[in-house]
Every structure is written in structure tokens, then in C-alpha cells.
């Protein structure tokens, strides 16, 4: 219990960073129509399986429609 208490100050700021990549990564995937790779399921399965940084980093890497 005390190393958990010992990586707490790092591990909020991550968690926070973590959420709020995730919640702008599933409010991009269902504002946009266009998708460079795959369709609209397949990112929002992918992004909620692999949540922790993976799922988001991946829809930005190869399934955001460039502007």
C-alpha cells in the first residue's frame, strides 16, 4: 500500500492525460464522416479495447481523415 501511495503523484496526471485522450479521441471518431482506414465500428471498437493509450494513438496515427 505504501508504493502505491508513493506513485500517486505520478500516476493522476497520467490517468487524467489518459481520459481526456480517450474522450477526445471517441468525440472525433463520432463527429466525423471520413476515415482513411477502416469505418466509424472499427475505430470505436478499437479505441474502447485499447483504451490506455493504444486505441487513440492509433485512430490519430491511421484512421484520422487528413483535413
Same mark, same amino acid.
Request: no cysteine.
Given at each position: 500500500?505504501?508504493?502505491?501511495?508513493?506513485?500517486?503523484?505520478?500516476?493522476?496526471?497520467?490517468? *487524467?492525460?489518459?481520459?481526456?485522450?480517450? &474522450?477526445?479521441? +471517441? =468525440?472525433?471518431? @463520432?463527429?466525423?464522416?471520413?476515415?482513411?482506414?477502416?469505418?466509424?465500428?472499427?475505430?470505436?471498437?478499437?479505441? *474502447?479495447?485499447?483504451?490506455?493509450?493504444? &486505441?487513440?494513438? +492509433? =485512430?490519430?496515427? @491511421?484512421?484520422?481523415?487528413?483535413?
Amino acid at each position: 500500500m505504501d508504493e502505491l501511495m508513493e506513485f500517486l503523484p505520478f500516476l493522476i496526471p497520467l490517468v *487524467i492525460a489518459e481520459f481526456a485522450l480517450f &474522450g477526445y479521441t +471517441l =468525440y472525433h471518431i @463520432l463527429t466525423h464522416q471520413r476515415y482513411k482506414r477502416g469505418s466509424r465500428a472499427l475505430w470505436l471498437v478499437i479505441t *474502447i479495447v485499447f483504451m490506455n493509450f493504444v &486505441g487513440p494513438i +492509433l =485512430y490519430f496515427l @491511421l484512421g484520422k481523415e487528413d483535413a
